[in-house]
């Protein structure tokens, strides 16, 4: 069974870091797109990721978050992290992370929202991250 716990949310002033962890058990990275989602107060999840990584490691962000959080993970434990730095009010909501397998030519990219749709994905519970100015 595969599941997703993420950890690391908090309550934050403008400007301030937080760095985002996803434990991930019961699927190997390999052949898996990971991401980082968001949801704001009030709003649906946006389809696509704001932070993506391949099992290779190739990143890809939306441009809200670029220059500013970094997406990473360690394959021998598991583990998806996101480091946030010179955090906005704008980006309080739930984070959650996701694992999906890659079948056939499928590309990991964040913007891949077809690919975040597949019904074989995998998502967490989400984690709180509150920044106040």
């Known amino acids: 069974q595969v599941q997703l716990a993420e950890s690391g949310g ?32 009030g709003v649906e999840r946006e389809l696509g990721a704001i932070a993506g990584i391949s099992d290779i490691g190739t990143t890809s962000y939306a441009d809200s978050v670029k220059g500013r959080f970094t997406i990473s993970q360690d394959n021998a434990d598991n583990m998806l992290y996101l480091q946030m730095n010179s955090l906005k009010p704008e980006d309080t909501a739930t984070y959650y ?8 030519a499928e590309y990991c990219h964040a913007s891949s929202t077809t690919l975040w749709l597949s019904p074989y994905g995998h998502w967490g519970q989400g984690t709180q991250v509150n920044v106040s100015s």
């Open 10 to 41: 908090d309550s934050v002033q403008v400007g301030g870091s937080l760095k985002l962890s996803c434990v991930v058990s019961g699927l190997p990275f390999g052949d898996t797109c990971l991401g980082w989602f968001r949801q704001f107060p």
């Open 97 to 104: 992370c996701a694992v999906v397998p890659l079948v056939g």
